[in-house]
């Protein structure tokens, strides 16, 4: 069954509600302690797109891991798949449990797949977000950033340096997006080298 890791408020309508949903489509989920709701704002633009705003301050979510029971914790899964986002929420004494948690089910044989997906306003600042990054991208099995991650973060604009960036890390493949120009590069990291898979323009 599918394990979506994250909290939601078990005490309001809005959590029972999205709880309910969840369950029917066979997923698991997790439960918090907690009565703050969900605020979010969808604003849509008359050209098509739309914008988000959200307050996550209270979130259910930063307490994923304190939510987590003794058997959660021991479950293991195939593949692992979390966001920069993810990290951005949590304070710093959930963010080392859930590394902790990352490196147990890394260990215990599950492919980690990390999206750094950067919001500068969910960050202190951009320190905090490096070194938080910094350590997912050392964990990870599959990378996925996309070039504007790295743009607005390390100031890296190009595919080229983007790549280079990458190659300090032991991942096994590398997901590479160019959103603006609708362009994604497939990358296995073989011994001191890139072995290009895919490109998709």
């Known amino acids: 069954m599918p394990n979506f890791r994250g909290s939601i ?3 309001t309508a809005t959590g029972k509600n999205i709880g309910v949903k969840i369950n029917t489509a066979g997923v698991m989920s997790i439960n918090a302690p907690t009565t703050n709701n969900i605020r979010l704002m969808v604003l849509n633009e008359e050209s098509g797109e739309r914008s988000f705003l959200y307050w996550r301050n209270e979130s259910a979510a930063k307490l994923m891991m304190t939510s987590l029971s003794e058997e959660q914790m021991q479950a293991s899964f195939d593949v692992v798949f979390f966001s920069g986002i993810t990290l951005a929420i949590l304070n710093s004494d959930q963010r080392d449990l859930f ?3 990352i490196k147990r089910l890394k260990a ?3 492919l980690i797949i990390f999206d750094p997906n ?3 306003t969910l960050w202190d600042g951009k320190d ?3 070194q938080t990054l910094q350590i997912a991208f050392e964990m990870s099995d599959w990378l996925m950033p996309g070039v504007d991650d790295f743009a607005k973060l390390y100031g890296l604009r190009d595919v080229e340096s983007c790549l280079t960036f990458c190659k300090q890390f032991d991942f096994r493949k590398l997901v590479l997006s160019m959103a603006k120009k609708r362009f994604m590069l497939l990358l296995i990291k073989v011994p001191k080298l890139f072995q290009l898979s ?3 323009t």
């Open 9 to 11: 408020p078990k005490d």
């Open 99 to 101: 590394f902790e948690h």
């Open 108 to 110: 215990a044989g599950s």
């Open 118 to 120: 950067y919001r500068p």
């Open 128 to 130: 905090s977000a490096k």
């Open 198 to 200: 895919q490109a998709i």
